[in-house]
Each structure stands twice: as C-alpha cells, then as structure tokens.
C-alpha cells in the first residue's frame, strides 16, 4: 500500500493562482505540495503572449509560468504529479487521493484546478481532434504554416489565439454566433487591423467535415438568414468558453449550479480549511492578475486558519 503524505497545506493545481498560494504558505513556514495533473502552469502553457500582466509590457505563457514556479518553490513548497480524484473533508484534517495511488493528508487545502475548454459538441469535432481540429494554437498553430484556418467563438480567447495564429496561417476566419464579440475593445482593435484575419458575424457551426484523414472544413448555420453554409479550412480553433475543473469535489457541497466553486472573499468554501481559488472560482473576472490575487489572500487566510487550530 502507498504510504500516506502529510502536509500542512496541499494546493490542487500549479497555475498563476496555485502557485502564488503555494509560495505564501511556504514563506509562512507551512509545508506545502502543489499536485498538478501536468506540468506547473497551467493554461500559461497554452497561451503565447501575455500583455496584460503587471510587471511585463509581454511575456510568453510558458515563460511567466517558469518564473513563477521559481518563485513558488523558492522557500519550500514541492511539487508533484497526478490527478486529484477525491478531497474528502475529516474535520480537521482533509484527505486528496490521486490517481498516481497517492494520498496526502492536509491541515488544509486551496482548490486551484482551473478551467478546461468547452468543447462544441458538434457533429466530426471528436472523429477530427487532432486530425485539423484544435484546443491550443500555441501547441498546433506550427502544423498549420501557410494554411487557411477557422477560429470558433468570439471571447477574449477567439480573439487572441485568432491573431496568434495569423502569424502562421495564410488565413483565420473567426465565425461569432452572435452580431457582436466579447472580447476586450483593445484586442477587437488590433484584430481588426490584422489583415490576415476575418470576422464571419451571425454564424454557428453546425459540423465538422474531413476526408479520411484530416478536416476539410465546417458546415455553417447563418442564424439570421438561416442559410446553410460551407466553409473550407484545414484546421479548426475552438475557443467556445471554459468549464470548471470541479469533477472530484462535488460531493462537498461547494459548487454553485454551473460547478465553479463558491467562495467568500477571502477565498473560504463553505467547509472549513477548503479554500479555492483563480479561474476555478465563481467570479466576474478570470485573468491571471485576479488568480493571482486570489493565491495571495488564500496563502495568508490558510495560515491563519491553520494557526487557529493550535
Ligand atoms: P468566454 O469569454 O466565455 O467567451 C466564449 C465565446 O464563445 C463567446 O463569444 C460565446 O458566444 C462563444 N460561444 C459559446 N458557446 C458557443 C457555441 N456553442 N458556438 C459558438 N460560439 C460559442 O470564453 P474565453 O474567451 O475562453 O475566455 C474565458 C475567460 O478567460 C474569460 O473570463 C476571459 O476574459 C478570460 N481570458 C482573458 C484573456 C486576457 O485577458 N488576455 C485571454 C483569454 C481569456 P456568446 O457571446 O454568443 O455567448
């Protein structure tokens, strides 16, 4: 049988907000471990340039992420692999279980697992990932040199991952449901300056089409005119919003009925010594900034909380 770690505080989840709680604890001499399902940083990883983080005019993702993984571990705080399957609350003490056979046993724990992508849910999206159709234009865009591309959605992520990928496609055609992105104003600017790319407003993707091998395009729906549509590409970036990464906690009563967690503002879920934090939170904003704010209040409360129980 795997032996049994002890902490004093585990963290799930080694993105900006993970990480910046993992480096306030430690430096209040806790011992802690984050617990991360890949490697530290989350959808740092996935983002090519950051301009709106204080501190730097623009970073790349991986390169923040590595900045603030040393800072994170600077006084103490260790890292490990593997997927939390279930956070049981004991009272004064919380049981993590992995999926690498792992438990860990804390004083306390900061939820910081962070969002996944929405996934369309159309018709050839599943038989072609991989095969053309796309999460992350940092990790594919480079398969895509000189090619025509579609971007679905039209958030802030359409739009910035859209004109990353300009940078290598001949062509991005951003299809939006709706009459209207949602993007910040400053990026709609600069997208619409960027020649390489194109606005498709009204328009809903229907299916996803391919040959043997790799997508060929989509199909469309014109939600005001009602045509149907083709539209040929030879890949296809999805960046329809984001879903909670809540799967191993929703028997503790602390997710709202979309599953974000529900937090107070100093990051305290409903159950004592359960604290969450950054994207995973029910929150108006999810940029790195607020993750990051977040770890700091959570590394302090977490500490307080543990100082309580002497
Ligand atoms: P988001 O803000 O939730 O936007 C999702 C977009 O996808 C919306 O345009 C939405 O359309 C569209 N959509 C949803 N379902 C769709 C479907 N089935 N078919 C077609 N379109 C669909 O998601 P996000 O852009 O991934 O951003 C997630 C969070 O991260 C946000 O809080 C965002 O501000 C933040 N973020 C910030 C930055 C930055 O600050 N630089 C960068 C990336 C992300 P409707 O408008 O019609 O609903």
Redesign the pocket.
Known sequence: MAETKNYDVVVIGAGPGGMTAAMYASRANLSVVMLDRGIYGGNLNN?AS???YTGFKSVQGPELAKQMYDGATQFGAEYAYGTVTKLVDKGTTKEITTDMGETFVAKAVVIATG?T??H??VPGEEEFSGKGVSYCAVCDGAFFKGRDLVV???????V?EGMYLTQLAAKVTV????DH????PL?QDEARKNDKMEFVFNT??TDIVGDQVKVTGVKTHNNVTGKDGELAADGIFI????LPMTAAFKDLGILDDQGWVKTDTQMKTSVPGIFAIG?VRETP???IATAVGDGAIAGQQVYQYINAMK
Do not use: F, K, M, P
């Open positions: 983002t950051i301009e709106n969002s992508q929405r369309l849910d679905v959605g039209g958030g802030d992520s359409a910035e299809l939006v449901r709706g992105l949602r993007a910040q990026l809903s993707v960046y329809v919003g984001s994207d904003l999810r940029q």
